[in-house]
């Protein structure tokens, strides 16, 4: 196939651009239509980022035998749950996907107190940020989709070493869906 003809004539854009390099009135409808439908589906689409995480780790808590009071304390818009059996004392939060968190927990800690994340049913020494904010994203991109899922809880614990607090069955606050009653 010979292609000169075609390209010595060049390619017909003269429904996107006008002369003088200008965009058509065709394209600038069609990018209005475009914009319109992608803030109309933002804003039909809503996204619920609340959970019932809050109620499951008092819940866990209280199971697992501690006195549970909630502390003033809003680590960025997280109550801080404050659980305490025999010499064993815990802070436990919800935190964020995106690790923002990470060195305010450390700082917290004192040499008698271990600090470790839970996500994902999974104990870690640090936040896996990774994990937690591809965790996060997939989660909004489902959401935006019109889907009813939840992000998987990130939960920062300090606990005093002689807690053994990380033998607890922290599995059980691996999900934040609802529980059925």
Not at 23 to 32: G, R, T
Not at 105 to 114: I, L, S, V
Request: net charge positive; glycine share 6%.
């Amino acid at each position: 196939m010979n292609f000169s003809p075609v390209l010595k004539q060049g390619l017909n854009v003269s429904p996107v651009v006008e002369q003088g390099g200008k965009p058509s009135p065709v394209l600038k409808w069609v990018l209005l239509l475009l914009l319109v439908m992608s803030l109309g589906w933002k804003s039909a689409v809503r996204i619920d980022y609340s959970s019932n995480l809050e109620d499951k780790i008092h819940s866990f808590l209280r199971r697992s035998d501690f006195i549970v009071t909630v502390s003033e304390e809003l680590i960025r818009d997280h109550r801080t749950f404050r659980a305490f059996k025999a010499a064993c004392l815990m802070l436990v939060t919800g935190i964020s996907h995106r690790g923002w968190e990470r060195d305010t927990m450390n700082k917290r800690a004192t040499a008698g107190e271990q600090v470790f994340i839970v996500f994902g049913g999974k104990i870690y020494a640090e936040q896996p940020t990774w994990l937690t904010a591809f965790d996060f994203l997939w989660y909004k991109v489902l959401s935006e989709l019109g889907f009813k899922v939840f992000p998987t809880p990130v939960i920062a614990v300090i606990a005093s070493k002689s807690c053994d607090a990380q033998r607890l069955p922290w599995y059980e606050l691996s999900s934040a869906e609802p529980s059925l009653k």
